[in-house]
T-cell receptor, first 110, second 114 residues
Framework: GIQVEQSPPDLILQEGANSTLRCNFS?????LQWFHQNPWGQLINLFY???GTKQNGRLSATTVATERYSLLYISSSQTTDSGVYFC????????????FGQGTRLTINP | NAGVMQNPRHLVRRRGQEARLRCSPM?????VYWYRQLPEEGLKFMVY????????ESGMPKERFSAEFPKEGPSILRIQQVVRGDSAAYFC????????????FGPGTRLTVL
């Protein structure tokens, strides 16, 4: 099945810093989503981005489908950005079951 | 527009009891997915259902686990005779139709088996 690798596994930053999280995947996808799992365990949908670039406030994401990677950018980090960020892709075209990466644990210190 | 709703949010069961987890998809969504997050294994797909049909249950454990999505009412994930290894967070997601790829996730149910 499709493989999803996220890097870095852990990231510790000071408030106000910028960060880039990466997601590599091993095959063509129909779906790529980024999630934030907050310290209370809730999964928050950030982006649906199988290709192209999207922005939402301080967050933006870019997926280069031909090169099989996606990047999540967080600018001017706040302590509330702390948590685990997951990338997830569909298994094969039309299968509609997401395969998750292992996540990047982001800690923003005040 | 209310999001995906799951209840209960926290569920405690003793070994051997049954656990029933409920998921109400977003309004207008007829496709439901269940995922499980075990402490050391990350998030894994369990089952994909449409109204009254199981489409893909390739991620479901072979025994004790079942899922349904009736014509009326929420989707139910049922775990019989729970064991400590079933302790995990169970997430439900929904989408409006088969050709709509984005999945919208609920807040999850945290199951603790004593």
């Amino acid at each position: 099945g499709i493989q999803v690798e996220q890097s870095p596994p852990d990231l510790i930053l000071q408030e106000g810093a910028n960060s880039t999280l990466r997601c590599n995947f091993s095959d063509s996808v129909n779906n790529l989503q980024w999630f934030h799992q907050n310290p209370w365990g809730q999964l928050i949908n950030l982006f649906y981005i199988p290709s192209g670039t999207k922005q939402n406030g301080r967050l933006s994401a870019t997926t280069v489908a031909t090169e099989r990677y996606s990047l999540l950018y967080i600018s001017s980090s706040q302590t509330t950005d702390s948590g685990v960020y997951f990338c997830a892709v569909d298994d094969i075209k039309g299968a509609q079951k997401l395969v998750f990466g292992q996540g990047t644990r982001l800690t923003i210190n005040p | 527009n209310a999001g995906v709703m799951q209840n209960p949010r926290h569920l405690v069961r003793r070994r051997g009891q049954e656990a029933r987890l409920r998921c109400s998809p977003m309004k207008g969504h007829s496709h439901v997915y269940w995922y499980r997050q075990l402490p050391e294994e990350g998030l894994k797909f369990m089952v994909y259902l449409q109204k009254e049909n199981i489409i893909d249950e390739s991620g479901m454990p072979k025994e004790r686990f079942s899922a349904e999505f009736p014509k009326e009412g929420p989707s139910i994930l049922r775990i019989q005779q729970v064991v400590r290894g079933d302790s995990a967070a169970y997430f439900c997601a929904s989408s409006p139709r088969q050709d709509y790829n984005e999945q919208f996730f609920g807040p999850g149910t945290r199951l603790t088996v004593l």
